[in-house]
T-cell receptor, first 113, second 113 residues
Framework: AQSVTQLGSHVSVSEGALVLLRCNYS??????LFWYVQYPNQGLQLLLK??????LVKGINGFEAEFKKSETSFHLTKPSAHMSDAAEYFC???????????FGTGTSLTVIP | KAGVTQTPRYLIKTRGQQVTLSCSPI?????VSWYQQTPGQGLQFLFE???????NKGNFPGRFSGRQFSNSRSEMNVSTLELGDSALYLC????????????FGPGTRLTVL
């Protein structure tokens, strides 16, 4: 069975500081992994995805994530937080046997000026 | 290309009523998935339609149903509404390969009174 764990339901960082959002997955085979961002009253916007090519994936808005099979992790980072990064972030896994996504519970990012 | 559109954006219903939500996928996308998002349960997969056939189904009661038309537009129906059905319902479209990137609409906010 597929599952995703996001450590920390709320993360606060200062503007300009490093953003680190954690995601661990449980899967018997390496799945496809995604990070989405959700702004208030909006749908989910794709930030980046891992599809078994390069383990370091670069996404939009300066975000990147590294797939570490040995740690079953796919943490999201951004070197310098901006006020506009304040949102809810979701990690998701898609098995290679179906098209449904399994989402983590989300991490709410607050950026302090 | 236009993104995924969902109508209506907001709905208020009373217990026992039924409701139909609509989703128009990105042009060329043949797969439409539906998700329920609530503060308590997070994002949960309802079902996926591909080429007018239900391809995957989550763990929701039979009151939740869907269909897909030949132009890939999809509808979701919830019968005999319960208070707990209040949620943001998100539709996502993709090309239909497995696995694939899903692109989300803005959602329909359903409130059951």
């Amino acid at each position: 069975a597929q599952s995703v764990t996001q450590l920390g339901s709320h993360v606060s960082v200062s503007e300009g500081a490093l953003v680190l959002l954690r995601c661990n997955y449980s899967s018997s085979v390496p799945p496809y992994l995604f990070w989405y961002v959700q702004y208030p009253n909006q749908g989910l916007q794709l930030l980046l995805k891992y599809t078994s090519a390069a383990t370091l994936v670069k996404g939009i808005n300066g975000f990147e994530a590294e797939f570490k099979k040995s740690e079953t992790s796919f943490h999201l980072t951004k070197p310098s937080a901006h006020m506009s990064d304040a949102a809810e972030y979701f990690c998701a896994v898609s098995p290679n046997t179906g098209n449904q996504f399994y989402f983590g519970t989300g991490t709410s990012l607050t950026v302090i000026p | 290309k236009a993104g995924v559109t969902q109508t209506p954006r907001y709905l208020i219903k009373t217990r026992g009523q039924q409701v139909t939500l609509s989703c128009s996928p990105i042009s060329g996308h043949r797969s439409v998935s539906w998700y329920q998002q609530t503060p308590g349960q997070g994002l949960q997969f309802l079902f996926e339609y591909f080429s007018e056939t239900q391809r995957n189904k989550g763990n929701f009661p039979g009151r939740f149903s869907g269909r897909q038309f030949s132009n890939s537009r999809s509808e979701m129906n919830v019968s005999t509404l319960e208070l707990g059905d209040s949620a943001l319902y998100l539709c996502a479209s993709s090309l239909g390969v497995i696995p694939d990137t899903q692109y989300f609409g803005p959602g329909t906010r359903l409130t059951v009174l």
